[in-house]
């Protein structure tokens, strides 16, 4: 368990009895400026929130309708009791943006109670229903839940809830906003995140609402043309960012939003993901919802600095979590996502049934699908020379792991065909030798990282998850990169009901008896839930890399605002080679980002596990630039907001976490196979140790960390300047300090990515002009930094 430093609660008790309280019933936040209210208007619960006396929602309606009853869980009730209570403590993440957080929030808790119920023919029947709303109140948000116990304890006896099992028709949370805010916004969906972001008034989100489905992932389930998903980033014309998320979704489906905007009224109604059957929830009580919650700041660089979804997620459950740590890494997976390799193998089989499918009667076990007899088709990317290669570069840059993709059999029949036994994760292809592959890359200090591409047939993943974890624990594969590309099996449910989000779930829980950690691509955005899990180190879960040319400029100054808010994401930067001709002659994307774009990324993009995703032969002619992806760190013990507006510009800096800096190489020194004594590439950098300079990790202890920073921008189409006051550096000392910055001539846009590298440039698309400049810095500089169009900056600063 992690260790509190802090924690104050004080009981501030006030208590009801039943149908004594109807009224108003406030809440302050711990600094006083923001204010939640709760009101019962004729039995029907409402709340709002205001700050500074403003309001920010209005009165608006919580509550859920339910099968088998007709009145439901929104009308009828009394307060029963009210509990308030303060809370202060610090905790320390396992990994994270800062060593330290601190979680501080006012609460109240009211237990309203319903004294019958009408069952599905009407007839009353004389035994109460109790539901718990709590809020928690905090200087930057507001979260509450609803819950469900089995009983309460009343002033004077015990209340038994005739409500234990059941299930949910709707929820009718809404968010009633005040004005027509600028939102930052993607379409509501049942399976996939994988947008661009539109900006825009709410009041223009109907006639907006399909653009985003042009560029998007597949397969896209909409539900509304109204419908947004959240982390939603709104800003009023006062300039408050307001943030509408969840946080802690577990046994619960994905919370939609859907959009009311008139002239009378503008409202977010909660919309949750039905399952096959159509409801948005079977429950048992003593079960709670996920916390709806509400952010608010006043900064942008706040929304960026708020701790409110991890907050609301409980502690680490995890006894031992000395096996999890950050890991910096490169993949055998650019080259089949830009369609220079392949994932699959061979071009014999017209369909894969792969041998073991206990669908398949005994006549037709394992004779269609040999491939032990195939003929190699020769562009199957995951070959054991290959991969070695890939080994040796990773290892020769201090890099923590290698993942790589199309290593096991199936790939030739993965992609939209909705099967269910898709893949088994147990068996390589015959040109993957994974025992001696593993063994070399643990010699030379390098992990595999596991790949598991579920095809979304959930069903054949459980199938095989104890078994394919137990393949890992074998042979030293401590991660493993999930997907689910496709529609979900058991046919007829969603990427977000609630039986898909207990699979995600289940496989971080599994995966933990293991001492797996687990990156899961296509999953359901995530809600906090790595501070109970930190096994839990990535999840995409958004338009990523892999979208190449269909990301739109400003794409990753709008992600920390939305998506990251509930988690770090896998977004895979690093990409050199902008020109997808290139990788694949017949592929003719340009990427619309500057190299030192990139570079910016690796720090504005908070992840414990990053990516440098193009490929070796990539980096080469830019070993200079590629020397800040080694130097940065990737876990940290402070991060500072610099500068942020959402789709416009982010420039962060951060200082590492030095405790574990070199975690993963040691981690891998344990290991039978394993070379002992690596030093990590970032770890190289902080006690200043060259690269030629061949020394051990037991040489470390001697020497002394150095104060390291590292300084990260990125913008959109718009080129910028910022002045960066290096007053976070320690007075009186001396650092060195190194520019990444793009060139005078630098651009990163292109009006039609398609329009080939030639016409491109005559718009003055130039990705690859950077500088980089060595200087003397102190606590009293002022760095002038420039950016061009879709470009950035990395600065990497040390102690002399
Ligand atoms: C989609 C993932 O996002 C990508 O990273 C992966 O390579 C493919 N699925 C194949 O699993
Ligand atoms: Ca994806």
Redesign the pocket.
């Known amino acids: 368990m992690r260790k509190i430093v802090a924690y104050i609660g004080i009981l501030l008790a006030t208590v009801f009895t039943v149908g004594a309280q109807t009224g108003v019933m406030n809440l302050k936040s711990p600094d006083g400026r923001m204010e939640a209210r709760f009101e019962l208007k004729d039995g029907v619960p409402y709340y709002s929130l205001s700050r500074d006396g403003k309001a920010v929602i209005l009165p608006s309606r919580m509550g859920f309708t339910l099968e088998w009853r007709k009145n439901d869980m929104a009308s009828g009730f009394q307060v029963n009791n009210v509990h308030e209570e303060t809370f202060d403590e610090t905790w320390q993440p396992v990994w994270g943006e800062e060593a330290n957080i601190r979680n501080h929030y006012n609460e109240m808790v009211i237990s309203l109670q319903q004294d019958y119920y009408l069952d599905h023919e009407g007839k009353r029947v004389d035994k109460p229903t109790v539901m718990i709303i709590r809020f928690r109140l905090y200087d930057d948000g507001l979260g509450f839940r609803y819950e469900f116990p089995q009983e309460i304890q009343n002033s004077e006896f015990i209340v038994h809830n005739s409500l234990i099992t059941f299930w949910l028709t709707d929820e009718l949370t809404e968010f009633r906003l005040p004005g027509d805010p600028m939102a930052w916004w993607i379409p509501g969906d049942y399976d996939t995140q ?1 947008f661009n972001y539109t900006q825009s008034r709410l009041s223009q989100v109907r006639e907006l609402h399909d653009s985003p489905h042009i560029s998007g992932g597949w397969p896209w389930k909409s539900f509304s043309d109204t419908g947004l998903q959240t982390a939603l980033q709104l800003k009023t014309d006062d300039g408050l960012y307001i943030n509408i998320h969840e946080a802690a979704v577990l046994d619960f489906p994905t919370m939609n939003l859907d959009l009311t905007y008139n002239e009378e009224v503008n409202r977010l109604k909660v919309h949750l993901t039905p399952d096959a059957t159509g409801y948005v929830g079977r429950l048992t009580s003593p079960c709670y919802s996920p916390w709806r919650t509400v952010q608010v700041c006043d900064k942008a660089t706040d929304v960026l600095r708020s701790r409110l979804i991890l907050n609301l997620n409980e502690p680490c459950a995890l006894e031992d979590v000395s096996w999890i740590h950050p890991v910096k890494y490169m993949g055998v ?1 650019w080259e ?2 830009s369609d220079h390799s392949t ?1 699959g193998y061979t071009n014999d089989f017209p369909s894969v049934r792969l041998p073991g499918d206990p669908s398949l009667p005994p006549s037709l076990q394992g004779a269609i699908t040999d491939y032990t007899k195939a003929k190699p088709h020769g562009r199957h990317g995951a070959n054991n020379a290959n991969v070695r290669r890939y080994i040796d570069f990773a290892a020769k840059h201090g890099f923590d792991a290698l993942l790589i ?2 290593w096991n059999i199936g790939w030739e029949d ?1 992609y939209g065909k909705d099967k269910d036994y898709v893949f088994d994760f147990l068996t390589p292809y015959p040109d993957f030798d994974l025992p001696a592959l593993n063994r070399y890359a643990h010699e030379r200090g390098i992990r595999l990282i596991m ?1 598991h ?1 579920s ?1 979304s047939s959930v069903t054949n993943y459980e199938r095989f998850m104890e078994r394919a974890y137990n393949l890992m624990n074998e042979y030293g594969y401590d991660a493993v ?1 999930s ?1 689910y ?1 496709g529609h979900i099996v058991p046919h007829g449910e969603h990427h977000y009901s609630q039986p898909i989000i207990n699979h995600y779930h289940r496989a971080i829980v599994e995966a933990a008896k293991h001492h797996i950690m687990v990156n899961a ?2 999953a359901v955005r995530p809600t906090g839930l790595c501070r109970t899990w930190p096994n839990m180190i990535g999840n ?1 879960s958004a338009m ?1 890399t ?1 979208f190449r040319g269909r990301i739109n400029p400003g794409h990753t100054t709008i992600l920390p605002f939305t998506r990251l808010q509930g988690g770090p994401m ?1 977004y ?1 930067p690093g990409i050199f080679e902008t020109d997808m001709e290139k990788n694949a002659p017949w592929n003719h994307d340009l990427m619309r980002h500057t190299i030192c774009n990139q570079l910016g990324l690796y720090v504005t993009f908070y992840s414990p596990l990053q990516m440098a995703a193009d490929f070796p032969e990539h980096y080469e002619p830019y070993m200079d630039a590629f020397q800040f992806i080694k130097d940065v760190a990737v876990d940290w013990d402070t991060s500072i907001y610099l500068y942020a507006e959402p789709g416009d510009y982010i420039v962060t800096a951060r200082k590492p976490k030095v405790s574990t800096l070199n975690q993963a190489a040691d981690g891998l020194g344990e290991l039978p196979d394993g070379k002992k004594g690596v030093i990590s590439n970032a770890a190289r950098f902080v006690y200043g140790i060259e690269d030629t300079n061949a020394f051990t990790h037991s040489h470390i202890n001697a020497l002394k960390p150095r104060d390291t920073w590292f300084v990260g921008g990125v913008t959109d189409e718009n080129a910028r300047e910022f002045s960066v006051r290096l007053d976070f550096l320690k007075p009186g000392v001396k650092y060195e300090a190194t520019i990444y910055a793009d060139a005078k001539d630098a651009s990163g846009y292109v009006s039609d990515v398609t329009i080939g590298w030639e016409a491109a440039r005559k718009e003055g698309y130039n990705p690859k002009a950077y500088t980089i400049t060595k200087k003397t810095v102190t606590s009293k500089t002022v760095l002038k930094l420039k950016m061009a169009p879709c470009g950035g900056f990395a600065v990497s600063i040390r102690e002399r």
């Open positions: 994988e997976w089949m996502i994932w993709e199309g993965w790949h591409e095809s990169k997907g590309v691509h296509e995409e990523g892999e896998d895979t």
